[in-house]
């Protein structure tokens, strides 16, 4: 049973930051790509960021801002996947969500954690 939490969202400040967390269980042996995706109101979800194999990507718009960083338990039972993000605009309001894509049992498969909401605002 693969689950993904997300945490961390909230209301800040233009020019502030926030740390996401997204908590994977389960053995990354089945885990390829991992990315942080959003969506605001009115727009289309967007890869944000994405993790694999030690190689790093990000939007344009994140891009210099953001940082996507994973962390293994030390039996590998965990994964946490995070995305830190410094000064944020209020572009960046957005539902975000946590993915996971499956590779070799699990090929074919995709997975989603249930969202944390950010909000940046004056």
């Known amino acids: 049973q693969v689950q993904l939490v997300e945490s961390g969202g909230g209301l800040v400040q233009p020019g502030e930051s926030l740390r996401l967390s997204c908590a994977y269980s389960?053995?990354?042996?089945?885990?390829?790509?991992m990315a942080w995706y959003r969506q605001a109101p009115g727009k289309e979800r967007e890869l944000v960021a994405s993790i694999r194999d030690g190689i790093k990507r990000y939007s344009d718009a994140v891009l210099g801002r953001f940082t996507i960083s994973r962390d293994f338990s030390t039996d590998g039972a965990k994964t946490t996947v995070s995305l830190e993000m410094r000064n944020l605009e209020p572009e960046d309001t957005a539902l975000y969500y946590c993915?996971?894509?499956?590779?070799?049992?699990?090929?074919?498969?995709?997975?989603w954690g249930q969202g944390t909401q950010v909000t940046v605002s004056s």
């Open positions: 389960g053995s990354m042996r089945n885990i390829g790509e």
């Open positions: 993915h996971a894509t499956g590779v070799n049992r699990l090929r074919g498969r995709d997975f």
